[in-house]
């Protein structure tokens, strides 16, 4: 997939690393409150739902490890990372998210004679939902299995990923139909059929 700007700095075993020095440090001592930070779309609440660390209970590194697993699991945050500060009675635990990018637009380009509402139909990447990488190499799947099921055997198709000026990410489908096997409806082996040039928006 080219172009990707959504790159995960290095899976789960890197946010383990990830936990702040001062997280260490404060291993053994009393959680006074668990604070969210860079959750926007997703509730703090629904965060902290989701961890075994909870305040007043000590802080307890493997515990802390398990928590970064799960606020993964959650699937909405590209990057978590935890540290903690000295406060009265105790330590403030406080989790930092990053939230994975919202699809602004699908495109589809490139297709000639395979119809742009049967492939539309066939994309599972929605606009306005989280982006999912997953769902980008799902749709180029079967965006290649509809040309292949109109005939175009050989037809390919490459995704990329770019980042609007708001921050959103147009993702962008390239169909290369190559020839056909069908002409005039019906299954010709080794023929190629006279194209009709159809939009692709």
Known sequence: ????????????????????????????????????????RVSPDAVRKVMTTQAGEELDLEKVRQDVKAIYRMGYFRDVTFDTEEVPGGYRLTVIVAEKPIVGTVQIEGNKDVESADLRAAVTVKERSLFQ???????????????????????????????????ALRVTFRVTEGRSLRSNGSSSPGTSSTRRTRSSR
């Open 133 to 167: 990488e997953e769902k980008v190499k799902e749709s180029v799947i079967k965006l290649k299995e509809v040309c292949q099921n109109k005939g175009f055997i050989d037809a390919t198709v490459e995704a990329s990923v770019a980042e609007d000026s708001e921050g």
């Open 1 to 40: 997939m080219k172009g990707s700007p959504f790159v995960p700095r290095a899976f789960v075993c890197a946010a383990l690393l990830a936990i702040g020095a001062g997280t260490v440090a404060a291993e053994g001592f009393r959680v006074i409150v668990v604070e969210v930070r860079g959750a926007t």
